[in-house]
């Protein structure tokens, strides 16, 4: 099937697309002039296009991927100085935190799709889609330390991730990039492979994804950004708790008997409920 990109809505800085006859958007950061490093106003069209996106139900996958030859360098340190300058208490996220949170709980599977850099805050960011898929010589780094800052928000977002505490430091104390193919060794991503098979990797898995019903995709996201943060009694009783909820919008039992013939021989990843 050939993949029909559609523009939805274009800013300078951000592309939203959809992907023709599918639930697939794609968020494509455009500064590539820049490396794709975040400013203000990149950051405002992120979040406008997610809200572009909710209000369409039949969206339930969006792709983020970079213009150009990187995903993202990291923040725009101008932006940066701008931000760290301006009078903010503690408890105030930065415009780049609010996007990391808002991504964790946006009710659709998020898919980052790494190309080049990923670096500082992007990383940051990165962390908090639910999918990540990279290409093998991808560079994945934290050069904060050389300018004399820690990583905020990559350094959280990747202890919280379960990667070992001594890949984080090496990554954080010496500033040294790891490639895709580490990363994929690391944990720190979903998986890695080519860059020529990325996209279309990438795609036809958003279009798989896409094919299901939302209500299990957005209470199976609940589960495991919210079930992350819990001890595991906690994380069991939200799992109670999100599958009591889930039976107010469908029936996850329903259909059972074509399903059971469906998957007779092996698994058939074919099989589409009737609702769908």
Known sequence: MADTWGTLKQWPELILERLEDAGVARVVLNRPDKRNCLNEALVMAWFEALDIVRADRDIKTVITKGAGICFSSGLDLHFLRQVSEEPRDWDRPT?????????????????????????????????????????????????????????????????????????IALMQLVGRNISGEEADRWGIISQAMPAADLEPTVTAIAREIASRHLAPLEHAKITVQMGRDLSLSQAIQLDQLVAARMRRVMDPTGDVDSYLQSQKGGPNLEYKRPDV
């Not at 898919?111 to 990279?134: E, K, P, R, S, T």
């Not at 050389?146 to 990667?163: A, K």
């Open 95 to 167: 415009p780049t935190v609010q996007m990391a949170e808002a991504l964790r709980g946006f009710p659709r599977i998020i898919i980052a799709q790494v190309h080049g850099y990923c670096l500082g805050g992007a990383l940051g960011i990165m962390n908090c889609h639910d999918l990540v898929f990279a290409a093998a010589d991808a560079q994945f780094g934290m050069p904060e330390i050389l300018r004399g800052s820690f990583g905020q928000l990559v350094t959280s977002t990747l202890v919280h991730g379960g990667i070992p505490i001594k890949k």
